[in-house]
């Protein structure tokens, strides 16, 4: 007897699309790295995330607070911050959890944060430098006139690191990592234009701005050079996440129906890009590494522009200058 030919049609198609999402999972799960596994706790930390209502940011703050950490949400949002914050304590019963205003398209915003924090702490374990847009329109600009990406995806965690140092030297040995992108191997510096004023083009400005992540990791390590305070750039992983908001393409109706199913096995939850960055923050092994560049646990070398010593201190100066740093 022919068993083939009493199951209908409609079973096979659902198997076989059973089986495609099975494996599509599998190869999402395998794809998207490792979770960290180290069990270390850390109730004795105290903990800056940028961005951390929503992505990657809050998924690493989620991460901070299982393992007991004491962390400060810093983001623009405050209702969208409560509600992140609402749900990792409510999951993670940690009640040292706080949201505090930081707008890092700001530098008046980032210097009352800074303000504030330091009243209520005196020592930062951790800074994740995790806060980004990318390819924002023409014509978008911080409160101070800067374009948009190199505003906030730079010097806004520029002028907030180097106003927390104090308190990092503090609680050393303590580290910082700056959230960059793989993207800066395309990126450079335009030195005659920097801002963009003369010519914008969305993905080059993004590129520059994720250059200046690595270019400032690099010189920031050899200005903490002997202060037990550690920073490196990290490479997340091209992850499912909000910074793709303002990508007309990513957020059409043609993108979810054909473009996203197909590329969704092959693009890293938030959960999964924040690893490296706990790894990074907690981890013994990488103690007194400092000044590099990671992805998926691991050092890659630089190159190019990225180790550029004269280029990183150019960038330091013109930053320096443009935040005031010293005002």
């Known amino acids: 007897m022919n068993f083939a030919k ?27 790295g490792q979770l960290y596994r180290n069990p270390i706790k850390a109730d004795d930390k ?14 690493t703050a989620w991460e901070f607070a299982r393992r007991g950490a004491k962390v400060y949400m810093a983001c623009k949002d405050m209702k969208r911050c409560e509600a992140a914050r609402k749900d990792i304590v409510l999951d993670t019963k940690n009640k040292y959890i706080y949201c505090r205003p930081c707008d890092l398209a700001s530098l008046e915003s980032i210097r009352h944060f800074v303000k504030l924090f330091k009243s209520e702490e005196n020592g930062l374990d951790v ?8 390819r924002t329109p023409q014509g978008s600009k911080t409160k101070e006139g800067f374009e948009m990406q190199l505003g906030v995806n730079h010097l806004g965690h520029f002028l907030l690191t180097n106003l927390l140092l104090d308190h990092l030297k503090k609680s050393a040995p303590s580290r910082i990592i700056n ?29 520059q701005s994720k250059l200046a992540n690595v270019l400032f990791t690099n010189e920031l390590a050899h200005v903490l050079k002997g202060t037990g305070v550690t920073v490196n750039s990290v490479h997340p992983g091209i992850a499912d996440t909000e910074i793709v908001r303002y990508m007309g393409f990513s957020n059409s109706n043609l993108a979810y129906v054909i473009f996203k199913p197909l590329t969704w096995p092959f693009i890293k939850t938030a959960k999964q890009a924040c ?38 201190k150019w960038l330091w100066r013109v930053s320096e200058k443009w935040t005031k740093l010293n005002s």
């Open 6 to 32: 009493k199951i209908p049609k409609p079973v096979y198609i659902g198997s076989a699309i059973c089986g495609i999402y099975g494996v599509s999972i599998l190869i999402k799960d395998l794809g998207g």
């Open 46 to 59: 105290i903990i800056i995330v940028t961005g951390a209502n929503t992505g990657i940011g809050k998924e």
């Open 127 to 134: 800074l994740i430098n995790n806060a980004g847009v990318m």
């Open 179 to 207: 959230i960059s992108s793989v993207a800066h191997k395309r990126g450079t510096i335009n030195k005659d234009d920097l801002n963009s004023e003369l010519k914008y083009d969305p993905a080059k400005a993004y590129e």
């Open 275 to 312: 690893q490296t960055v706990i790894y990074l923050a907690l981890d013994p092994d990488v103690t007194n590494v400092t000044g590099k560049y990671f992805c998926n646990y691991k050092e890659e070398e630089l190159s190019g522009d990225a180790v550029d010593a004269k280029l990183s």
